[in-house]
């Protein structure tokens, strides 16, 4: 029999900082169920709207309860593994593809006093967190037995790759007009008014980090591991149920990450006219992924060379360009 | 595991035959018969190196019907709901196809207002089929929203149609003769509106779609096939009209009253998928002049011959009837031994001969590129297939 | 020997056409000339239509007491006109030389008619069921029953027969001059 006062102790020996990001795991968690359960409402009522259609109507007063009934089916689907392929790798990729997921959300900076584990690498993490995708979704499509998924995964590696660079790029010229990888303090550096967000000082490296935002989260007009028309699902041709679930959930995790990303690294973060606080950033967020879902559902898709010749050719050279001009006015 | 995906011993027998080349650096495709862009059934072997398509081999029949044997079997009026089983987009033209090469090889007379009628409605459905090929291409090259907008106006159209032929998809509406029903004052009005509607949802489409940068950029230059490569595979339709050469059966072996109206027959040179693209955007406006002409100088009269033969039983001989469908030259070769069922009646597809130059066509061709073009060739499989 | 007479058109009478006992003679056969060819001149005059730039429309077949009548029929883009191609292929061997080589587009139209007919074409690459299942059992499915049969005198009554000299220079300029008379230049 354990007294209470031990367990007590027991508590108090655990470093504080780990109990946060246990607490901040838990949150992150249920943040990114809540985020996807309004991100699926949301995507197929914005894109009913623009397909001139009512689209969830029947689950619910205006279809709300359809994300719920879209889990529910998920969670009830046969979960299989296809003849040939490797059960142990196959089910350990969405598991991959979602881990990293969680723990980016820990060094974002929802508001002044709300951020979980504030870290000077926050920046770092956050882009060496998000690479590990890649290899999930490599292994889901070599261990599908699918030669669809194998061209989806083929297909991610090189576009995830060769966007990387840009994206970097993209980021570089922050870093060096605020001289710190710690996203709060980089939020912290921009004023409440839009004239003050980094947006101004570098619009051209917020389009290229935009649009390899979108390259990176596989997102239309980039979808292409997963091109339904060409390649029926790509990477997760084979996966149902929960393993499906899982890239889906993850996928939309990375997309609000970009748009987290986004709003603190270009668009002022937290701060905003009036009182600053986290209405001002999950305002920001959402009308970013409000615009990811709008081109998703207006472009055709690209081919695949031409989505690696726009960013060898031009998304490369502009950024590199753009950081050496903020470079010399920074010298000067 | 296995690992080596590229030898598929298990397949069936096309797969079988279509063994790998010599390389060793080749991986086998199978794409189709359940493929979201295969509209429908078609499957296609490929033999890839990477993303680029070494050879390709379309395989048919999945939804064979013996629709040849069905006429043998069948009487001529009980055939007629058959062929717009075939084309179940271009239904009318199909229809008219038999029950024209039946009229000529009976010498049935048709009145000019029944002409009329059936210029009007199979331009309608030419119009609803080209909306959804333009939807559904569109869909091919990863653009969701456009066969949205195009169910839109087909459903008016479809609105229109049923209230006169009885069906909205798979119409049997022509009769030898004649039509089977007459059109009134509301099929002409809300006719005239839904041209006068679409005149101005091809602006929408042009600002939305045709202008699109990156379907520019899929389209063009892709596909590109020759009026030589066309004439060699018996390619028709908007496949040949892409190429540049006017071809058109409405022009070229006149039937029924398309002498009388003025329209263009639209043809671009540039011989890639953007220019069978254009054509069928343009094929549409043509259309909506051909029904305005049609409903402005439409005469009264009897929409079905009076004396029109309810038993057809042609005398012997055959008969080979073509007219312009919205994939191409549909024909009929009957042979009628004066019995009261076809003795023979071979349909040509257009679509038959239209994909028989994929193989060739899609060689050296990204994946992405190969379903651009399957797209622009406007596959309706069961046409193939019969 | 060709039927360019027979597509001249005359309007009938109304009650003549209308009759359903007794009707009159077909007045439009789509065809604006129309031979029959034997096995061994087929390809020869097949290249000589390439050569005045004509298309593979289809080829069709019939099941006749004679044997398989398999029907070419060609048309042309600038200047349309039909040509049907006649070829009887024995019963016992239907075997007729494939123009595959000189249109490509015949090779799926030939595998139809193996299909349906089991008409063997000679130097066919790829001569495999297309419509049908490959594991189909049977015999063809439009062969007709012996008693259906009819003769070739049952359905082309008042036809000639014999097959025309395709190395002829009346052929060549026939078909040079091939036109469609319901035809007119394009707007």
Known sequence: ?332 | ?386 | MSDADEKSVEVPDKEKAAKTEESPPPIYTGYDLDYFVTPDDLVEAVEKLDQADFFLEDISCVDLQEGFQVVYHFDRFDQPGRVGLRVMADRQKPEIPSIHHIFPGADWHERECFDFFGVIFKGHPNLLPILLDPDYQGPPPLLKAESERKGLQDIYPDRDLTPVDVKSDKFVSEITNCSNPKYRNPL
């Open chain 2, 1 to 386: 595991m296995n690992l080596d995906l590229r030898l598929d011993t298990s397949g069936d027998f096309y797969a079988q035959k279509f063994q790998p080349t010599k390389r060793d650096d080749t991986l086998i495709l199978n794409m189709g018969p359940q493929h979201p862009s295969t509209h429908g059934v078609l499957r296609i072997l490929l033999e890839i190196d990477g993303e680029y398509i070494v050879r390709a081999e379309p395989v048919l029949g999945y939804i064979h019907r013996m629709h040849e044997k069905m006429a043998e079997v069948m009487s001529y009026p009980q055939y007629l709901p058959n062929p717009a089983r075939t084309d179940y987009l271009h239904a009318l033209a199909w229809g008219w196809a038999h029950v024209g090469a039946v009229e000529r090889i009976m010498g049935i007379e048709v009145p000019e207002r029944a002409e009329y009628i059936r210029v009007i409605t199979c331009e309608l459905n030419r119009i609803n089929s080209h909306l959804l090929w333009w939807g559904a291409y569109l869909l091919d090259l990863g653009a969701f929203t456009p066969i949205m907008y195009s169910f839109d106006d087909r459903e008016i159209i479809m609105d229109i149609m049923q209230r006169i032929t009885g069906s909205r998809l798979t119409y049997c509406y022509y009769r030898f003769g004649g039509v089977s029903d007459d059109i009134d004052d509301r099929f002409v009005n809300e006719t005239r509106e839904q041209c006068a509607r679409m005149k101005e949802r091809f602006k929408m489409y042009k600002d939305l779609v045709t202008d699109n940068f990156i379907l520019r950029k899929r389209v063009e230059e892709i596909g590109e096939i020759s009026v030589q490569t066309c004439r060699k595979y018996g390619a028709t339709g908007p496949v040949l009209r892409g190429s540049g050469q006017a071809y058109d059966v409405r022009r070229a072996e006149p039937y029924s009253v398309y002498d009388r109206f003025d329209f263009n027959i639209p043809a671009y040179d540039t011989c890639d998928a953007m220019g069978r693209y254009m054509v069928r955007m343009d094929e549409m406006q043509e259309s909506i002049k051909i029904i305005e002409q049609a409903l402005d100088s439409l005469p009264q009269g009897d929409f079905i011959h009076p004396k029109a033969p309810k038993r057809a039983k042609p005398p012997a001989g055959d008969v080979y009837f073509a007219v312009e469908g919205a994939r191409g030259k549909i024909g009929m070769h009957l042979v009628s031994d004066g019995g009261k069922s076809a003795y023979r009646l071979k349909l040509r597809a257009p679509g038959f001969s239209n994909l028989s130059l994929f193989a060739e066509v899609s060689q050296g061709t990204l994946i992405s590129d190969a379903v651009s073009i399957l797209g622009s060739l406007d596959l309706v499989i069961p046409e193939i297939d019969r």
């Open chain 1, 1 to 332: 029999m354990i007294e209470p006062i031990l367990i007590l102790q027991m508590i108090e020996a655990i470093p504080i900082q780990l109990m946060i990001i246990f607490a901040g795991l838990l949150a992150t968690v249920s943040f990114i169920g809540l985020n996807a359960i309004l991100l699926v409402y949301l995507e197929r009522k914005v894109a009913g709207f623009i397909h001139r259609r009512p689209g969830p109507y029947e689950v619910g007063p205006h279809g709300i309860l359809q994300p719920f009934a879209d889990g529910l089916k998920l969670v009830g689907k046969q979960i299989f593994t296809p003849t040939g392929a490797d059960s142990f790798l196959y089910w350990l990729a969405p598991m991959i593809s979602m881990a990293p997921a969680l723990v980016c959300f820990l060094v974002i900076p929802f508001g002044p006093h709300l951020q979980i584990f504030n870290t000077n690498v926050g920046m770092v993490l956050i882009l060496a967190f998000t690479g590990i995708n890649v290899l999930a979704l490599c292994i889901a499509g070599w261990t599908s037995q699918n030669k669809y998924s194998l061209l989806g995964a083929a297909r991610d590696i090189s576009q995830s790759v060769a966007y990387e660079i840009p994206l970097l790029l993209s980021i570089l010229p922050i870093i060096f007009m605020t001289g710190t990888f710690n996203l709060f303090d980089i939020a912290m550096k921009q004023g409440s008014w839009p004239w003050q967000w980094f947006i101004v000082y570098q619009p051209l490296a917020f389009i290229i980090f935009f649009i390899c935002a979108l390259a990176e989260t596989n997102r239309a007009p980039f979808d292409l591991p997963e091109a339904e028309s060409e390649l029926t699902a790509g990477f997760h041709t084979e996966y149902s149920g929960m393993g499906f679930a899982l890239f889906f959930l993850s996928e939309y995790a990375y997309m609000v990450i970009a748009a987290c990303v986004t709003a603190v690294l270009f668009l002022g973060g937290f701060h905003g006219p009036g009182v600053s606080g986290w209405w001002w950033f999950l305002a920001k967020v959402y009308i970013l992924l409000l615009i990811m879902i709008w081109i998703r559902w207006t472009f055709p898709r690209v081919r695949f060379d031409q989505l690696l010749n726009i960013c060898w050719k031009w998304l490369i050279p502009l950024a590199v360009i753009n950081l050496l001009v903020t470079l010399l006015v920074i010298a000067l």
